[in-house]
């Protein structure tokens, strides 16, 4: 049973690009969040996709969306990339109203020069 | 902001017992404690959770005081594996929730 993969598990991009992440959750979950973790710090709450819809959201500016497919994978997209959008980029999927925990992703390293 | 209050760092002799303390002092009465730790460049991966009563699993023992208001998580023989980044957090035990990272304790397990 695979758990929760990311992809790519490097990137580099050049500021004010966009950048799409994607994130396939572990077999059975059907709840997506995402998370941006600074070189340093702990993980901090981007979003959370649930039926295809973002059910919360953390203190993001909007240039951070998401989306959340029929098969319950997820992508994020930042826009307008920032020197600080340089970060590890976390996927933890989990299955919505249960008592089990919730599983990590390998995370995305994102650079941006 | 994270509800909890860590210690920076903390070192381990291989071996011995590691305790990390968490203070979580606002905890509600629906929440949970959690623990999760994030070795170098991978993920979080869950520990153990619980809510008041004391509780132990393959991995750890979570030892919670009576008002709630501290726990310790114990890795009972540490090795060197265990080296990394630990994290307390407070939620509902119930998936429907983000959870709130501080920045941890590093525990680092010497030789």
């Known amino acids: 049973d695979a758990g929760v993969t990311q992809s790519p598990t490097h990137l580099i991009k050049t500021r004010g690009q966009q950048v799409t992440l994607r994130c396939s959750p572990k077999?059975?979950?059907?709840?997506v969040s995402w998370y941006q973790q600074a070189l340093g710090q702990g993980p901090q709450f981007i979003f959370q996709?649930?039926?295809?819809?973002?059910?919360q959201r953390g203190n993001f500016p909007d240039r951070f969306s998401g989306h959340q497919f029929p098969n319950y994978s997820s992508e994020l997209n930042v826009n307008a990339l920032l020197l600080g959008d340089s970060a590890l980029y976390l996927c933890?999927?989990?299955?919505?109203?249960?008592?089990?925990?919730?599983?990590f992703g390998q995370g995305t390293r994102l650079t941006v020069v | 902001d994270a509800k909890t209050t860590q210690p920076t760092s903390m070192d381990c002799a291989e071996g011995r017992a590691a305790n990390l303390p968490c203070n979580h002092s606002?905890?509600?009465?629906?929440?949970?404690v959690y623990w999760y730790r994030q070795i170098h460049s991978q993920g979080p991966q869950y520990i153990i959770h619980?809510?008041?009563n004391n509780e132990t699993n393959e991995m750890a023992s979570l030892i919670i005081t009576e008002d709630r208001k501290s726990s310790t998580l114990i890795l009972p023989h540490a090795t060197l594996r265990d080296t990394a980044v630990y994290y307390c957090?407070?939620?509902?035990?119930?998936?429907?929730?983000?959870?709130?990272f501080g920045a941890g304790t590093r525990l680092t397990v010497k030789p």
């Open positions: 933890a999927s989990s299955l919505l109203d249960s008592y089990t925990e919730a599983f």
């Open positions: 077999s059975g979950h059907d709840t």
């Open positions: 996709y649930y039926e295809e819809e973002e059910r």
């Open positions: 606002t905890i509600s009465g629906n929440e949970y």
């Open positions: 619980g809510l008041k």
């Open positions: 957090i407070v939620r509902p035990e119930i998936n429907n929730n983000d959870m709130r």
